[in-house]
């Protein structure tokens, strides 16, 4: 099977033209997150459609589009309308009727810009339900500022996303942050030198919030 995409933790494995394999590393168990991603397309949100899960292995509908991360890469798209689509994504989540879902892993990484389906989000590992939305909130702020403090040449954008997505957000997040900062910290995929650059993203956060 050809590999078509790998993240910190799973491989992404195009199966045909309409499917793709989605399989931890770890041998974890995919069907919670099939579960999740089930209800959140039953209530409307943009999620992959679910055809199949077992064990560390996910099947699910083949999105065509780049990610919203390759598309500021390529300057396809601009830093603050990726921020507002962010936050766009997030109160629509977060508005959802049930048991409360939170993504807390929602960058421009795991958003794909599809020709028919507009926005659609990936990724649902380290989705919870019933914690605070704030924390979700928090989280994809942080993530947004840990590029913006790093030598990356693109942190000047990430900069302006992060600040564009605090002006647009409709809740909450600094009460959050300190939680966010220790769940970043505790991420066993983070490497030494960014678990230490996350004193100054949180600073950055608190800097350009409104």
Same mark, same amino acid.
């Given at each position: 099977?050809?590999? /078509?995409?790998?993240?910190?933790?799973?491989?992404?494995?195009?199966? +045909?033209?309409?499917?793709?394999?989605?399989?931890?590393?770890?041998?974890?168990?995919?069907?919670?997150?099939?579960?999740?991603? #089930?209800?959140?397309a039953d209530r409307g949100y943009?999620?992959?459609?679910?055809?199949?899960?077992?064990?560390?292995?996910?099947?699910?509908?083949?999105?065509?589009?780049?990610?919203?991360?390759?598309?500021?890469?390529?300057?396809?798209?601009?830093?603050?309308? %990726?921020?507002?689509? /962010?936050? +766009?994504?997030?109160?629509?989540?977060?508005?959802?009727?049930?048991?409360?879902?939170?993504?807390?892993?929602?960058?421009?990484?795991?958003?794909?810009?599809?020709?028919?389906?507009?926005?659609?989000? /990936? +990724?649902?590992?380290?989705?919870?339900?019933?914690?605070? &939305?704030?924390?979700?909130?928090?989280?994809? #702020?942080?993530?947004?500022?840990?590029?913006?403090?790093?030598?990356?040449?693109?942190?000047?954008?990430?900069?302006?996303?992060l600040a564009s997505l605090l002006?647009?957000?409709?809740? &909450?997040?600094?009460?959050?942050?300190?939680?966010?900062?220790?769940?970043?910290? %505790?991420? &066993?995929?983070?490497?030494?030198?960014?678990?230490?650059?996350?004193?100054?993203?949180?600073?950055?956060?608190?800097?350009? %919030?409104?």
């Amino acid at each position: 099977m050809e590999i /078509i995409g790998q993240g910190r933790t799973a491989d992404v494995h195009a199966l +045909d033209e309409e499917r793709v394999l989605r399989r931890y590393r770890d041998g974890g168990d995919a069907t919670r997150e099939a579960a999740v991603m #089930a209800r959140l397309a039953d209530r409307g949100y943009p999620v992959p459609a679910v055809l199949h899960a077992r064990g560390p292995d996910l099947v699910m509908e083949r999105l065509a589009g780049p990610s919203l991360l390759d598309a500021l890469l390529t300057g396809a798209y601009e830093p603050e309308p %990726a921020g507002e689509l /962010i936050a +766009d994504l997030l109160d629509r989540l977060h508005a959802l009727p049930g048991d409360g879902v939170v993504h807390l892993d929602l960058h421009p990484g795991n958003v794909v810009l599809t020709a028919d389906r507009g926005p659609v989000v /990936i +990724d649902w590992q380290t989705a919870e339900e019933g914690t605070p &939305p704030g924390l979700d909130r928090a989280v994809s #702020a942080l993530i947004l500022a840990e590029v913006a403090v790093s030598p990356a040449p693109y942190a000047p954008g990430a900069r302006a996303g992060l600040a564009s997505l605090l002006t647009a957000l409709r809740g &909450p997040a600094l009460p959050h942050l300190p939680a966010a900062r220790a769940r970043r910290a %505790a991420d &066993p995929n983070l490497t030494a030198e960014e678990v230490a650059a996350l004193g100054a993203a949180e600073d950055l956060v608190r800097t350009l %919030a409104p």
